[in-house]
C-alpha cells in the first residue's frame, strides 16, 4: 500500500513540476494545487499507513493508528485551500488587468 | 511556563480583526493600531528583560497544558525574544510611517487588519518550538504579506505579485514535504525533541537530504543566492512602508528559522551543511551587490542591498562558531533598522521629486540637509563605517571567521563592503551632491521633516547599537551561546 502510495505521488509531483513549467497562468495554479495534494499524502503515508484501532476511544486495541499526520494534514489542507483562493483571485485580476495570461507576455520591465 | 508568551502574536492577531470592523473609519483605525503598536513595542520589552533574567534565559509554554514532546511549545529564548521586540519596534515605526504615507483607499481597504496579520505571522514563527506550528504561522505571514504586496492592484503589482505567490506557494509545499520526512524517521516535531532524536539517530545520509530540503525552503524565503529572484520586482511594486516592512521582517522570518534548524536540529554534520550555506552566503553578498550596482533606480538598489546584506547575515552561521553566530544575530538587529530606514528616506525621496531614477535627480542636500544626512548616516551604517552598528556586525562576523581559518569569505565579505560603499555612495552623491536638476519638488521642507521623524529613532538605535556594542555584544553572545549549546534548550523544553 505504501508504495502505490508513493508512486501516486510521484506521479502528483511530476505532473505538478510540469504544469508549473508550462506558460498559462490558470494551469501554474492547478500545478500548485496538485504539489500541495502531493505533499500531503506525503505526509499521511510517512506516518506510516497503519491498520490499528481508533486512538483515544479505547485501550484494548493491540495497536493504534497514529492520529497526528492525520491532523496535520487537515491544517495543511485548510492552508493551502485558502491559498488556492487567494491565487486564483489573483490570477482572475492580473488576467483582467493585462489581458493575457501568456507568462512570455507577463515578463515585464520595471520602467512602465 | 509564563502565558506572557502568547501576547506577541495574540494582541495582534486580536487587534487586527477588530479593525476588520472599523475598516470604513480611518482616523479610529489609526489611534487603535497606533496604541497596538505602541502597547506591543512596551510589552516585548518587558518580555525581553524577563527573558533576560529568568534563571535559564528562556521562558517556554506549554499550550493548553500538553506535556512538551505532544503538544505545541512556545520558547522564549534569548535569539527569538530578540527578534520579537525588534520585529514590534520595526512595526511600530512602520505604522507610523504608514500614517502619514499611505493613501486613505488602502487604509479603507483593511491595510491595518494585514499589517497586523503580518505580525502576527512573524512574532508567532519567532516564538514557536514546533516545527509544524512554524509551518503554519509561515503561512500567517505569507498570506498577509500576499494580500499586502498585490494591495492596490496596479498592472505592475499584480503581474509581480503573481510570481511571489507561486513561488512561496512551491516553497511551502516542500517545506511540507521536508516535515513529512522528518517525521517519518523521528516520529516527533517538537523542536528540541528533534534535536535531541536527530542526534541520536545514525543516519547521517537521509538526514543530510532533509537539511538540504530545508535550506531550500529557508533559502527562497530569506532570498539566498540561486533563489531570490522573485525578490527584487515583486519588493518594488508597493509603497515604501510595505516594502520596508517586507525587507525587514519577511527575509528575517526565513533566516532566523535557518539559524534555529541548523543550530538546534541539523548540528551534526558541519562540514557539509554548513559548509554550503557558506558557500550560498558568499553567492548572495556578490550577486546582491552587483544587482545593486547595476540599476539607477534608488529603490531597487536598495532593494538589491536588502540580497546583498542576507549573505552577511547567514555568512556566521555558515563559520559555525558561537562568536560567528553571534555576530550574525547582531547584523540581522542592525540590518533590520538600518533597512527601514533607508526604504523610509528612498520613499520620500521618490514623494519629494516624483522619480526614483539617480541620474536625475541632484543637489537635494542643500534644499534639504536633514533628509541628506539622515541619508547619509543609514547609509554608512549599511556600508559598516565605525562607529554605526554595521561596522561592529561586520567586524565580528570578520574576525571570527577568520579564528576559524575561513580566509575566502572574508575577502568576499571585504570586497563586497567596498562594492556596498561604492554603491550607496553613488546613490549620495547623484541625489544629494552636484547641482541641481530641473525637479520641481512637490513637498515643502517642513512636510520632509515631518516624514523624517519617524526616520530619526531609527537613526538613532544604529548610533545607539553602534556606541553600546559592548553591552549589545554581551546579550547576542549569551543568545549565540545558547544557540551553539542546544542540549541546555532540550533540557529546558524536556526535562
Not at chain 1, 43 to 64: C, D, F, K, N
Not at chain 2, 83 to 94: D, H
Amino acid at each position: 500500500m505504501e508504495i502505490l502510495i508513493a508512486l501516486l505521488i510521484g506521479v502528483l509531483f511530476s505532473v505538478a513540476t510540469y504544469l508549473l513549467l508550462t506558460k498559462s497562468l490558470l494551469r501554474i495554479v492547478l500545478g500548485t494545487v496538485l504539489l500541495s495534494h502531493g505533499a500531503h499524502l506525503l505526509i499521511l503515508t510517512m506516518g506510516g499507513l497503519g491498520q490499528g484501532a481508533a486512538p483515544l476511544l479505547g485501550q484494548e486495541a493491540g495497536s493504534y493508528t497514529d492520529p497526528l499526520p492525520q491532523a496535520l494534514i487537515l491544517t495543511a489542507i485548510v492552508i493551502s485551500f485558502g491559498m488556492t483562493a487567494l491565487l486564483l483571485v489573483l490570477t482572475y485580476r492580473t488576467y483582467k488587468a493585462h489581458q493575457t495570461d501568456d507568462l512570455d507576455q507577463l515578463r515585464g520591465r520595471l520602467d512602465e | 511556563m509564563s502565558n506572557l508568551l502568547v501576547v506577541p502574536f495574540l494582541l495582534p492577531m486580536v487587534v487586527g480583526a477588530v479593525l476588520i470592523f472599523f475598516a470604513k473609519h480611518h482616523r479610529l483605525q489609526r489611534i487603535i493600531a497606533g496604541l497596538t503598536g505602541i502597547a506591543l513595542f512596551v510589552f516585548s520589552i518587558y518580555l525581553t528583560y524577563r527573558v533576560y533574567q529568568s534563571p535559564e534565559q528562556m521562558i517556554h509554554l506549554e499550550v493548553g497544558d500538553w506535556r512538551a514532546p505532544f503538544g505545541i511549545v512556545l520558547v522564549g529564548d534569548m535569539l527569538s525574544i530578540l527578534m520579537v521586540l525588534m520585529a514590534s519596534f520595526v512595526g511600530l515605526v512602520c505604522l507610523f510611517y504608514g500614517f502619514k504615507t499611505i493613501h486613505i483607499e488602502r487604509e479603507r481597504y483593511y491595510f491595518y487588519s494585514f499589517f497586523f496579520f503580518l505580525l502576527t505571522g512573524v512574532n508567532g514563527a519567532f516564538l514557536t518550538g514546533d516545527l509544524f506550528n512554524l509551518f503554519v504561522f509561515f503561512e500567517v505571514t505569507l498570506i498577509s504579506s500576499y494580500v499586502l504586496i498585490s494591495h492596490g492592484g496596479k498592472k505592475f503589482q499584480l503581474r509581480e505579485s503573481f510570481k511571489y505567490v507561486v513561488m512561496n506557494m512551491v516553497a511551502s509545499a516542500f517545506f511540507l514535504v521536508a516535515v513529512a520526512y522528518l517525521y517519518a524517521i523521528t516520529g516527533t516535531l517538537n523542536m528540541a525533541d528533534l534535536g535531541d532524536r536527530v542526534a541520536m539517530l545514525d543516519q547521517q545520509g537521509i538526514i543530510n537530504v532533509i537539511a538540504i530540503i530545508f535550506l531550500f525552503v529557508f533559502g527562497a524565503k530569506g532570498a539566498l543566492f540561486p533563489l531570490y529572484y522573485w525578490l527584487p520586482k515583486s519588493y518594488y511594486g508597493p509603497p515604501a512602508v510595505i516594502t520596508a516592512l517586507f525587507g525587514a521582517l519577511l527575509t528575517k522570518v526565513g533566516l532566523y528559522s535557518l539559524i534555529r534548524t541548523f543550530t538546534l536540529i541539523f548540528n551534526q554534520n558541519p562540514a557539509f551543511t554548513h559548509t554550503i550555506i557558506l558557500v550560498l552566503a558568499g553567492a548572495t553578498m556578490i550577486f546582491g551587490v552587483l544587482g545593486a550596482l547595476s540599476k539607477f533606480d534608488i529603490k531597487s538598489i536598495i532593494i538589491y542591498q536588502i540580497i546583498s546584506q542576507v549573505g552577511f547575515m547567514i555568512m556566521g552561521l555558515g563559520v559555525f562558531s558561537a562568536d560567528a553566530i553571534a555576530g550574525s544575530i547582531y547584523y540581522i538587529t542592525h540590518d533590520m533598522v538600518v533597512k527601514v530606514a533607508l526604504f523610509f528616506i528612498a520613499g520620500i525621496i521618490i514623494q519629494l521629486t516624483g522619480t526614483a531614477d539617480i541620474r536625475k535627480m541632484g543637489g537635494l542636500l542643500k534644499k534639504y540637509p536633514l533628509l541628506g544626512w539622515s541619508f547619509f548616516i543609514a547609509a554608512m551604517s549599511l556600508v559598516g563605517i565605525p562607529p554605526l552598528s554595521g561596522f561592529f556586525g561586520k567586524f565580528s562576523l570578520i574576525v571570527s571567521s577568520v579564528g576559524e581559518g575561513q580566509y575566502v569569505i572574508v575577502g568576499v565579505a571585504l570586497v563586497v563592503s567596498l562594492l556596498n560603499l561604492f554603491s550607496m555612495l553613488r546613490i549620495f552623491m547623484n541625489v544629494f551632491w552636484g547641482e541641481e536638476t530641473d525637479i520641481t519638488f512637490a513637498l515643502s521642507n517642513e512636510q520632509v521633516n515631518g516624514l523624517l521623524r519617524t526616520v530619526i529613532p531609527l537613526i538613532a538605535v544604529t548610533i545607539a547599537l553602534g556606541l553600546g556594542a559592548e553591552p549589545a555584544f554581551q546579550y547576542v553572545s549569551a543568545a549565540a551561546d545558547q544557540l551553539m549549546n542546544p542540549t541546555h534548550y532540550i533540557d529546558v523544553i524536556l526535562p
